[in-house]
C-alpha cells in the first residue's frame, strides 16, 4: 500500500534519497522518472543542486506543494497496487493542486484508489462514495446516485459549490 497523507514528512537528506525512500533499491533514473510523473521537475531544476539539494529539517525548504509532490513521486516511485489519498490536496494551493491532480493520475493508473477528501470535487468521477457522519456511513454510490438520493452529500455539495463562488478582495481593492 502506498500512503499520501495531508502532512508530509520529509528527511534532512537530498530530495533524490527522499523519493528513493519509495523504494529502497530504485536507480537514480527511475527516481527521476518518478519525480517527472509527480510533476517535481519544475521545482528540482531552480534549486542550486536540483534532486540533489537537501529538504531540510522536515522538508522546511519547500513549499507545502511541492512537499506533496515529492510525496507522490515516492507513491509513484513504490507503485504499489492499493494507493491511499488522505486528504492529500487538502492544502494545496490552485498551481500546485492542479500539478498534484495531474501526479495523482499518473499514480493510481491500474491502481486500487481510497481517497480521504473533504474537498468534494476531488471525489466525484469515484466509482464508489461512502458518505460519514459522526463517525458512520450513511451512504455509498456514484455522485449522481447521492446528489440525488443523500441529504448529508447534497449539503456537502451545496457548500462545496458555494465556497467555489468566494472571492477575498483587499482593501486596496475597495471591494
Given at each position: 500500500i502506498s500512503y499520501v497523507a495531508q502532512d508530509q514528512y520529509l528527511f534532512n537528506t537530498s530530495?533524490?534519497?527522499?523519493?528513493?525512500?519509495?523504494?529502497?533499491?530504485a536507480t537514480d533514473e527511475e527516481v527521476m522518472e518518478?519525480?517527472?510523473?509527480?510533476?517535481?521537475?519544475?521545482?528540482?531544476?531552480?534549486?542550486?543542486?536540483?534532486?540533489?539539494?537537501?529538504?531540510?529539517?522536515a522538508g522546511?525548504?519547500?513549499?507545502?506543494?511541492?512537499?506533496?509532490?515529492i510525496s507522490l513521486a515516492r507513491a509513484i516511485l513504490k507503485d504499489a497496487p492499493i494507493v491511499v489519498l488522505d486528504e492529500a490536496t487538502a492544502y494545496a494551493d490552485p498551481e500546485n493542486e492542479e500539478k498534484m491532480?495531474?501526479?495523482?493520475a499518473e499514480l493510481v493508473k491500474g491502481k486500487t484508489l481510497v481517497v480521504i477528501?473533504?474537498?468534494l470535487p476531488a471525489i466525484m468521477n469515484a466509482d464508489q462514495i461512502c458518505v460519514m457522519d459522526h463517525g458512520k456511513m450513511v451512504?455509498?454510490?456514484?455522485h449522481q446516485e447521492l446528489i440525488q438520493a443523500c441529504p448529508e452529500y447534497q449539503k456537502l455539495?451545496?457548500?462545496?459549490?458555494?465556497?467555489a463562488e468566494w472571492k477575498v478582495s483587499t482593501a486596496k481593492e475597495g471591494r
Open positions: 530530495l533524490l534519497e527522499n523519493i528513493r525512500l519509495g523504494r529502497l533499491d518518478a519525480a517527472k510523473k509527480a510533476q517535481c521537475m519544475e521545482f528540482l531544476e531552480k534549486l542550486p543542486q536540483g534532486i540533489h539539494s537537501m529538504a531540510g529539517d522546511k525548504m519547500l513549499s507545502g506543494g511541492q512537499r506533496q509532490r491532480e495531474a501526479a495523482i477528501a473533504h474537498k451512504a455509498t454510490g456514484k455539495w451545496k457548500a462545496a459549490q458555494d465556497s
